[in-house]
């Protein structure tokens, strides 16, 4: 896949989950493996020119970092137009416009999907930014305000004409939010009513089905994948498989999923410092938790996680509870295993039974309401 002058082999992206693509998450699923693009949490683009130390955090990178996004969301346009600037200055690969957001704050100010609602004055403003540094310019939108406002396709053949790099299309509206299902029509028409820029589907996509599904009946030219990552950041790897051989990869071991929280817990606290990375760390250990089969204890005693000692103990007292619903091989046991092709979360009840859903909710945090 191409964006800009990047060109890259795997058509698989990270979508920004605000609260949760920090850069120790970022560097854990590149070291994984599939993926070559990814986006920063949304960054307020006044805060980024104020040089507020959350925002700058937010945009922290590394060298490993090759192909890193940073995704602006605001609606002044000398703001947005200097904060791509700074970005640029920053040595980042690229700038991506937030036009999804539907939270209320974002929105409130014009940023997020209220870009979707006034499409002069929003491509008046990705103008400015293109014309204003050298770097991709890319735009992460939703199908519309609500099912009456599908203005996607529009907006998509505005920013086009504008020179933006690539178009991130999320296949609900923001009358949706996060609920309902994707409408890949939807973003089929997007991908329509471009003639050049690469449109990537985003929505929904929990499994390597799904994404080809997406990719098959929509004609994208990538796959971004958000709440899927939180739930298997195997994903991407697995995935690019899967369209390179039609054949689905086994799921990674137990093993596999403890050496990996054990790497993810390593650069959290080498990124923010012990006591920050370990707190930081307990709502992704709980999603991890999610794929390992019965989990009460191990969530129980994650919520309190202060130091990477701690956590050793935990997972070796884990181990031990978990034995009881393992084979002799310490497999588990049929009746207890996850299914990798739903979203299978455990009950934090006495029973370990497994509760069946359909979509993956999302993440607590800054988007879980709007």
């Not at 120790?24 to 699923?29: A, D, I, N, W, Y």
């Not at 600037?85 to 937030?98: K, S």
């Not at 799921?251 to 923010?272: D, G, I, T």
Request: with cysteine.
């Amino acid at each position: 896949m191409r964006i800009g002058p990047y060109e890259f082999p795997s058509n698989l992206c990270l979508s920004p989950l605000a609260g949760y693509t920090n850069l120790p998450f970022r560097l854990v699923v590149r070291e994984i493996g599939g993926l070559d693009w990814v986006t920063t949490d949304l960054i307020n683009a006044r805060s980024l020119l104020e040089r507020n130390p959350k925002a700058l955090q937010l945009a922290q990178t590394a060298p490993a970092e090759k192909l890193l996004s940073v995704q602006l969301f605001g609606s002044v346009p000398e703001e947005m137009r200097d904060a791509a600037a700074m970005v640029e200055a920053m040595g980042i690969a690229a700038v991506d416009i937030n036009m999804g957001c539907p939270v209320r704050k974002v929105v409130g100010v014009g940023g997020g999907s209220a870009m979707m609602t006034e499409l002069k004055k929003t491509q008046a403003l990705v103008r400015g930014m293109v014309e204003a540094v050298k770097i991709p310019i890319t735009a992460k939108m939703r199908l519309g305000w609500d099912e009456n406002n599908l203005t996607a396709p529009d907006l998509a053949r505005a920013l086009e004409d504008v020179g933006v790099a690539a178009i991130f299309v999320h296949g609900r509206t923001r009358a949706q939010g996060f609920s309902g299902t994707v409408n890949l029509a939807g973003i089929r028409s997007v991908v329509q009513a471009v003639k050049t820029v690469p449109v990537i589907g985003n929505g929904d996509v929990t499994t390597p089905d799904a994404a080809k599904r997406m990719a098959d009946e929509t004609g994208c030219a990538g796959v971004s994948i958000g709440r899927g990552a939180f739930y298997n950041p195997w994903i991407f790897r697995h995935t690019l498989e899967y369209f390179r051989t039609g054949v689905l990869p086994a799921e990674a071991s137990y093993a596999e999923r403890v050496h990996v929280m054990r790497r993810h817990l390593e650069l959290a606290c080498a990124v923010f410092g012990e006591e920050l990375g370990c707190r930081l760390f307990r709502k992704p250990a709980a999603w991890y938790a999610k794929r390992l089969g019965p989990a009460k204890e191990f969530k129980k005693a994650v919520v309190g996680l202060r130091t990477r000692a701690e956590f050793d103990a935990i997972l070796a007292r884990y181990a031990q509870w978990r034995a009881q619903f393992c084979d002799e091989r310490g497999e588990l046991l049929p009746r207890f295993q996850p299914d990798p092709m739903v979203a299978s979360f455990m009950r934090d009840e006495d029973d370990p039974a497994v509760l069946q859903r359909e979509s993956i909710p999302v993440p607590k945090g800054p988007v879980d309401t709007w």
